[in-house]
């Protein structure tokens, strides 16, 4: 029997060591890199699903140059296009409110002072005791102004401050025309400002009128967050939609479910606008109110967590879709 050799020792020399060193510092290396990439990634998705760094807003892109706006300014020019459009107005009577009314306020409701809150809230204690409904009053969006006289001398009323009365004094003024620009509009309507203050707005203002007029088809976007976002009501939405446009949207035109709601388009005579996409790019700009989490019209599709207008597979012409359940997957 062959005796067994003893095995021999195994000599690190300096060659083994350091290629045993480099090893491991390559795993460490490894691990440090996961380490860092995992708290990075988490670190990451913390932020987004927390919308940390997300500004909220909807904007228009006209000619290479973009526009924006706050949702609460989006909601307002979308107010005011939809009162204009309701009117059988032409959109350059929007523009012209849009523009006036970022000058006067920036395009937001001018708070109630002390007085005149006490005054309000005293209109509404003398409705709910006669059994009425209390209303609240319309937000103003202009500035107010000295009293104005008619041509016999006689005091009639101060600047229009709200929707209403700003549209009925524009259709009520002799002489006023689309063809008018925006400094001869101010000084014709006897707005409060200097009348060359307007123009600087009329860019702005023609930018989100045109889809909020429906001129222009998928032309506003808006980034809403999800964080702290009201309960779905599409029974709100419904009510403030149909009273938007009394005139433009018939009785039975808007359906509404727990989860949705589907506009059914009147047919429309004029050719420059487009109806569906005048009801989808509102409906966009009062999401935020209401829980909205899709807008579906034409081929596309407005999705809030992706904050883009995607072509639909499925499109259905003539209805505009609105969704209040978010998809979480």
Known sequence: MTPRRDERPVVATREMARRKRRRRALVALGVGAAVVAGTGYGAWRFIDDNEYLLEEGCSVTVGGEDFSLTPEQARTAAELSAAAADRGLDPEAAVDAVAISMQENELTARDLDAEEQAAAQEAADAEAEEGEEPTEPDPEYFARGGPQWDNGGEQTHGTPTTVPEFFSALEETEGWSPELDMEETAELLDRPHNASFYPQHEDLARAFVTPLTGQQPVDMNCEIAQQDAPDADPEGYAENLTA???????????????????????????AEQDLEWMLAHWSLAVARDYGVQDVGAGAYTWQRDSATWDRTPTAEEGTVHLDFTRDED
Do not use: K
């Open 244 to 270: 938007t446009f009394p005139n433009l949207l018939g009785e039975d035109a808007v359906e509404a479910t727990e989860d949705g709601v589907v506009i059914t388009v009147p047919e429309s005579d004029e």
